[in-house]
């Protein structure tokens, strides 16, 4: 009987805050990216750049040869 008001504190007080703690620690964790996806999130960023480019130079040569070509999509 000495014993029980403290497990009873320590698993009304004690237990929750840890509980609650912990997952707090792993969804902080999870939450952030790591260098690899990091690294392809830049690659995939580039890439996009790139086709931007691309589009807009495609872009300016159908204005140059076919002047209505907008109007035919």
Same mark, same amino acid.
């Given at each position: ?6 497990? /009873? ?10 509980? /609650?703690?912990?997952? @707090? ?22 890439? @996009? ?14 204005? @140059? ?9």
């Amino acid at each position: 009987m000495d014993f029980e008001v403290p497990v /009873i504190l320590f698993l009304a007080v004690v237990a929750p805050i840890w509980i /609650i703690a912990h997952y @707090a620690t792993r969804w902080r964790a999870t939450k952030s990216l790591s260098s690899d996806e990091e690294q392809l999130l830049e690659e995939l960023w580039q890439s @996009a750049e790139r086709m931007e480019q691309r589009i807009n130079a495609l872009e300016r040569i159908l204005d @140059a040869e076919v002047t209505d070509w907008r109007k035919k999509l």
